[in-house]
């Protein structure tokens, strides 16, 4: 058994889930458990609860809907938002949607978690979450496009024929960003160098056409760009450090605002 210092030593590496993910990946080179799973089916409610033998190390899944942890007895170590935590005994905690964790058990410990759901699914777990962060990105940024289209009155086909609409296009160099594949939608805009927040990184509409930043910039609930405007030109800007490789995403909401204010200048 570890000590409760080295645990939260081992597990402050972990404080984010880059770290978590990373550790993820050198704890599946080594013999894993089979944790044994109870499902128990409610009218709209799921709980699944599972036995977590003392010593292990574990990491858990990234819930797309927020959900009820219930600690029924042991003792673990489980690193959450705020930091490493140990949790002993009978504990109700709150469940968050987009969260990855990890955890040390120094005894047996008992944990069920409670879900809303509307039905039942053949495999309960990938129906309510994912395995890698990632994933979940993908998955809330397209809901939450679902969502935009309703906040600002348009239709999934407007927003395609506008997509599609060559006669409102015009490309200009790319210096510093290239299109490749993305994981959100097709195509979309990458940085090929690091950003600081605040830097411009190209027009996105010059002369009322669209640039590449115009038509490429993918949506996402958690951007790291956004548009704005001197009078004329829309612009592409950073709100956030960006490394390199990473795509440059907007709020549409932010973008059509921005579309409509120049209107009115």
Known sequence: ??????????????????????????????PQLDIEVEEYFFEGLYARKIFIPADTILTGRVYKHDYADI????????????????????NICDG???????????KDTNWITVHKIDKVEPDMKEAL?????????????????????????FSQEQVQAQSYNDSDRIDIELIDVELALSPINQTGLFTKRAFLAGEVVMPSRINGKRTQAGRYTNHSKNPNAAMAHDGGTIYLRVIRDVPAGEELTVDYRQSVSVARSLCQV
Do not use: N
């Open 96 to 106: 968050k949607a987009g969260r990855k964790r990890a955890g040390y058990a120094y």
């Open 71 to 90: 600690m029924l007895d042991g003792d673990i170590s489980v690193v959450i938002p705020s930091g490493t935590q140990r949790l002993k005994g009978f």
């Open 1 to 30: 058994m570890l000590a409760e210092r080295d645990v939260h030593d081992f597990l402050a590496v972990a404080d984010c889930v880059e770290k978590i993910e990373s550790m993820e990946r050198v704890m599946s080179t080594h």
């Open 129 to 153: 979450s994912f395995f890698s962060l990632s994933e979940y990105s993908v998955w809330a940024d397209r809901q939450d496009f679902l969502i935009m289209l309703e906040d600002t009155g």
